[in-house]
Nanobody
Framework: QVQLVESGGGLVLPGGSLRLSCAAS????????MGWYRQAPGKERELVAR???????NYADSMKGRFTISGDNALKTVYLQMNSLKPEDTAVYYC?????????WGQGTQVTVSS
């Protein structure tokens, strides 16, 4: 059993910043990669950013230069620093962990960018 708990969401003004956190716990031997995804109302879930155990990162094009993913050495805690937020960034943000035993999701945290 693996649990992922996201935190740090909220309401922010356009141009503002938020930092999301994801804490992984449970039966974890090794995390291959952690990712942040988001889903806006009426849209499909999409990749925001991903980090692997080797430290490699990749971002969706619309997030490059604004968002930064980071984590501790074991990737049991992962962060998403979001700057220059736009109304179109409004969504539920989900944490995902890729383990040998499978793919796991958190419950999501709401991010709302609005004036």
């Amino acid at each position: 059993q693996v649990q992922l708990v996201e935190s740090g969401g909220g309401l922010v003004l356009p141009g503002g910043s938020l930092r999301l956190s994801c804490a992984a716990s449970g039966n974890i031997f090794f995390i291959n990669a952690m990712g942040w995804y988001r889903q806006a109302p009426g849209k499909e879930r999409e990749l925001v950013a991903r980090i692997t155990a080797s430290g490699s990162t990749n971002y969706a094009d619309s997030m490059k230069g604004r968002f930064t993913i980071s984590g501790d050495n074991a990737l049991k805690t992962v962060y998403l620093q979001m700057n220059s937020l736009k109304p179109e960034d409004t969504a539920v943000y989900y944490c995902n962990a890729q383990l040998v035993t499978g793919s796991y999701w958190g419950q999501g945290t709401q991010v709302t960018v609005s004036s």
